[in-house]
């Protein structure tokens, strides 16, 4: 009986040849590996979430620059109104009189001191500030209590410890066309920013008061 010899394989080159099968089947296994759908976004997927995002961009653009134009109107009127009372409260402490030249052609005002008995003489050391305003804040018109009306000419409301010359309203238009007005009264030094164009209350004549008859 012919017996046939096989070498004893050494355990260093046993390990070796499993080493390079584990290897190919890794590689072989590795070269079949797909990505799942549920394992990563697809183009379609991709262009929805990045639209989604840029509508988001857009809504919260649009909303910021709504409120900073809002911001805006109320800035330019309560920078007015500031100016008003400051000319009021300048007057109560001093005694002094003070002058808010209001102009709706150039969308503009003025502050001064009165120091000379020219009153239409504005110097240029008796301007305390001035401003203006934009297309977000536009002066409508300017009406006085005693009936005048000007919205192409100059507006003086002058004030002295007594309070104010002369009361009227100053009225001014948003982005969207809403009336507000700034109320100046003859009574009280106070000047209110209402919403709307409201209707002046003008002094009544001795023969309209029936008791004073």
């Given at each position: ?5 096989t070498a004893p ?11 390079v ?5 890794l590689?072989r ?20 979430v ?6 988001l ?5 649009t ?10 109107f ?16 300048g ?12 102009d709706p052609?150039?969308?503009s ?14 110097l240029?050391?008796?301007?305390i500030t001035?401003?203006?305003?934009g297309?977000n ?10 009936g ?26 948003d982005?969207?066309e809403q009336?507000y ?17 409201l ?7 001795k ?7």
């Amino acid at each position: 009986m012919t017996r046939i010899y096989t070498a004893p394989t050494h355990p260093d080159r046993l390990g070796a040849e499993d080493a390079v099968h584990t290897l190919r089947r890794l590689v072989r296994g590795g070269s079949r590996t797909r990505c799942t759908p549920a394992s990563a976004f697809t183009l379609v997927e991709l262009i929805v979430v990045l639209s989604f995002l840029s509508l988001l961009v857009l809504l919260a653009q649009t909303n910021l620059f709504g409120v900073l134009r809002r911001q805006s109107f109320k800035s330019q009127v309560q920078d007015f109104i500031s100016t008003m009372q400051m000319a009021a409260s300048g007057a109560a402490e001093s005694g002094r009189r003070y002058e808010v030249i209001v102009d709706p052609t150039e969308q503009s005002y003025l502050l001064r001191q009165i120091t000379s008995g020219n009153l239409s003489e504005v110097l240029e050391e008796e301007i305390i500030t001035q401003g203006s305003f934009g297309n977000n804040c536009r002066l409508a018109y300017i009406e006085f209590d005693d009936g005048d009306y000007t919205n192409d000419e100059r507006a003086k409301f002058r004030i002295g410890r007594g309070g104010w010359t002369y009361g009227g309203k100053i009225v001014f238009l948003d982005e969207s066309e809403q009336p507000y007005a700034v109320v100046v009264s003859r009574l009280t030094p106070i000047v209110q920013l209402v919403v709307g164009d409201l209707r002046l209350m003008t002094p009544k004549a001795k023969d309209e008061v029936p008791f004073l008859r």
